[in-house]
Structure formats: C-alpha cells, structure tokens
C-alpha cells in the first residue's frame, strides 16, 4: 500500500463493548477483540476504527468523556491498548480512534471545577452566557430528544452551551489553551501509536460559539493547525471527519483556497450515502449518477469515505421531502424504524427484507465507487437491529459469533449483558451467525471476503478517478469505471427487477483481455463487450486493462 494508505483502505468500524468479552463480565473488552482479529485480517480489513473507548459516564454510548487519557476500565487499561496496537500491526491492521473533542462529559474535571467558580482555570474552557441566549432553543442535534442548546447552571449562576446533550457541555475552541489540550490529547495516542482519527462533528468543534448567534463564525484555519500537527508527529497519520455540510461547503474542509489538500485527509460522503439509499428504494441508479456529476472536485490527496450503514441512523437530511418519503416508504415504513425526523435506524440486511441479492448488490455498489469504503461490524454476516432498544442502539447489539448463550458474545448471564443480543426471528443469533457462515462457501461473509479479495485486486477504485459511462442503458442499471496508474475497471450494476443486456462496444478499443473477476453468476466470456448480460439485482465488476510497467 502506498504513501496514501487509506486510499486502497478496508475500514471496519466497531463498538468495543458489543464486539467481543473476553472475561465473561457482560461487556465486550480490547483483549476481546485482540481475540477476534485474524478474524477481520481474514475477512480483508486493513483499518480499524473504534468508537469511543474513554472513561464515561455512559450516557451517550461513551460520546461523552471524563477522561481523554485513558481508556475506561470496563474495556481494559492503556496496556491493553498497547498490545491491540501490536497485534493489529502484526497482520497489516492501522487502527483509528474516535477524537470527540467537541464536548466533555458534565462530569468531567474541567467542566466540574469551571462550574465551581468564576475564577476557576477552567472556566473559559467552556461556552458561557450570564443572561439566557436568545438562540436557546435553536440548533438541536437531536430533535425530540433533546430541548435545548443552552441550559442554567445553578452552581455556576450562568447558561452553558451544549450543542448536543445538555450533558454534553461544549468546549470553548476560541480559547487557545483549549486547542492546545486537543493537539497534545492527539499527541499522546499518536504516540501509543494509533493511525489517525475519526473526528466526531467537525463543524462544531471549528465553531466559536458567541451567544445569540445561531450562525456563528467557523474557524478552518484550526483544521490545518491540526492536520500540521499530527502530521509532524507521525506522518503517516490520518483525519477521517464526520462534517454533514451544505455541497459547495465541502471542498473547503480538505484545503484552504490555495488548493493544496492541508486540512482533512478524508470526509464521510453523506451526499453519496443519501443518494445511494434513494437509488435503491427507486431501483433507479440516477440519484447515484447525480451524486457522481456533483461530487466537488478534491485537492489531490483528499479523499471520500464511503459507507451504507455506520454506527448512526442513515441521515437522509440532504435529500428533498419527497425523496426523503420515498426512502421511508421502502425502508422505514413503520415510525418506529425512524429517528430524528431525517433518519432510519435499521440496518442494512433488515431493509432490503433480508434478500441476498439486494444486499449483495447494494455492497457491491458501494465498494466499486469512488473513496474508500467503511464496513461496519455485523454487516458482513447481514445482522439485524432491536427496535425495542431506544434511539441509535438498536443497531448496537452485540456481534453475533455462534449458536451458542448470547450469540458467542460472552459468557455472561444474559441479563447482565451490556445489550441484548438479538435471539428471535430470522435476524436471531440461531440463524445469522460467524459459525454458521464459515461453514458455508456460499455464505454471504464468503462473499465479503471474496469481494474485497477482489477490491484489494484493483486499487484504482479507491485511488483513481470514478466516472459514469454515459451510454444508453436498461432500466436500473447503472455503468461506470474507475481508472488509474493500474489500470481500469468497469462496473455494471442492476438496481431493477428485469434482467438487461448492455452494449459496452464503445470501450472495445481500450480492452486488453477484458474479464469478469466479480460477478453475481457465471455470464461466461466478456467478448467484445457488446452483449453484456446481467440478471435482475446483479453486478458485474469487469477488469478492462492493466496499467502498462514502466
């Protein structure tokens, strides 16, 4: 893998607590998941991505720290970091971790001794009002959840800001002594040896709050403090960030105006997931066309991650009303699938009514565009969500491993778990299980490691240029190709329920020995490429030419 590693990427993303426990205790731990990583090596996975692992509270899933460093002790200590940093690096494994620097926990040391006295150190390391802002009731992260952005402080007779819980106090990033805590809490993980971050809602750690104003002015210039920060202390480092933003706001997250690629190396494409879960309720690929035309160009160096399912609700925030209904209609009929008035809480295998096709070729899909593709845990075995968990935990159950007591998770009592697994109906650990797939050469975590066997295979997905092949087309299908230094590929994809025959005649030229390496059945020879056959839900990844030696 090159200079830029997570560009040819595999990112896993995964909950420590509800991916393996390995001391029986009801709560999945880091030696837990050291047990479980020739599992991930095996599946494909060249990065991991942990959500927080900081001592918390626990009131939002560890979003909320008391302590950015150490590691809570229901996950284990700092040595047992260590040595997951170790052995993931034995089998070609970088491991990332959540930077949610936005807030603290109200519980935190800081925010404990600001509250405490005007005169406390700490005191403008947070948001302050000493009357009530006019913009109290703006800006909710989480509608019907929560009611405010600003909340009194009886202690510290005045209102603090919290842009999400009110537990959640916001940091003040004007402060500059604040800034330098982030660098230096960077500095210390860096050094243990992690591989960059994934930065937890980046337009609000850039914004400097002012009371009253619901649009208060951001500060990019701090993302290129950080990028020149942890770029120095480990070069190879990266910064994954989490920034829903308006398209146009997009190009500006990466680099400054210059054009140089000096602030994130890489931002989630929630533009792309929107339109990739509307194509597939429409079994229409424009809305993917669309989202390829508008992508904003990239300094080089930028980069997208991709993802249909991560740790959240799907966002379908950017999409229209009407589009946003239609998506709803087909997979989060019921409100209770549904969260925040913009998103579906269900996961991925569930939506597409549990249909191997469908989920065959929704991944297939995601992983031949371009940027590098997040995968999130369970999703390879085609897991289901716990509607009668609140909000977001319904896609955070424990990951299923076997047929045995709590879906091999642990040994615990099953009330003592730290979520319950899933153990009725078709998503129960009896039928969606690690074992019960490795047995099976057809089994859909078969298919995801022969598939990003494949990717691994063609890394001008991920590095190279993605572009839709603009020729007449069946219903549902959708051509593109992504080209590079090593080569092109072609990809047909089959979101409609008719089987269709492609002319692709016009990239005969640019063949060299053209052939399937991915494909949903046996179509037999590629030939001249004018009579592609491709079945209803199917894919075909088609190797073009190899990029000559020089």
Known sequence: MGDRWYSEAVIYCLDVDTFADSDGDGV???RGLIGRLDYLARLGVTCLWLHPIHPSPNRDDGYDATDFYNVSPRLGTLGDFAELLHQAANRGIRVIMDLVV???SDEHPWFQSARSSPDSPYRDWYVWSETEPPDRYQGMVFPGEQNETWSYDRTAKAWYYHRFYKFQPDLNMAN??????VKKIMSFWLQLGVAGFRMDAVPFIIELTEAGNPSSPKDLDFLTELRQHVQWRRGDAILLAEANVEPDQLPVYFGDSGGSANRLHMLFDFMLNGRLMLALAR??????????RDTPALPVGGQWATFLRNHDEIDLSRLTAEQRNQVYEQFGPDQ???LYDRGIRRRLASMLGNDRRRIELAYALQF?????PVLRYGEEIGMGEDLSLPGRQAIRTPMQWSYQENAGFSTAAPEKLVRPVIDKGEFGYQNVNVTAQRRDPRSLLAWFE????TLREAPEIGSGSTTHIDVP???GVLAHRADGPTGTMVFLHNLGTEDAEVDLSLLQPEADQPIDVLSDRGYGDVGKLERLQLGAYGYRWIRLCRGRVR
């Open 28 to 30: 999945g731990d880091i």
């Open 102 to 104: 936005n807030h603290t």
């Open 176 to 181: 500059p002594e604040v800034r330098a805590e």
């Open 283 to 292: 079994q229409d690929p424009e809305p993917v066309i669309e989202a390829l």
């Open 336 to 338: 209770e699938m549904r």
């Open 368 to 372: 031949s565009l371009r940027g590098t």
């Open 450 to 453: 022969r598939m990003i066997r």
């Open 473 to 475: 087309m069946p219903p």
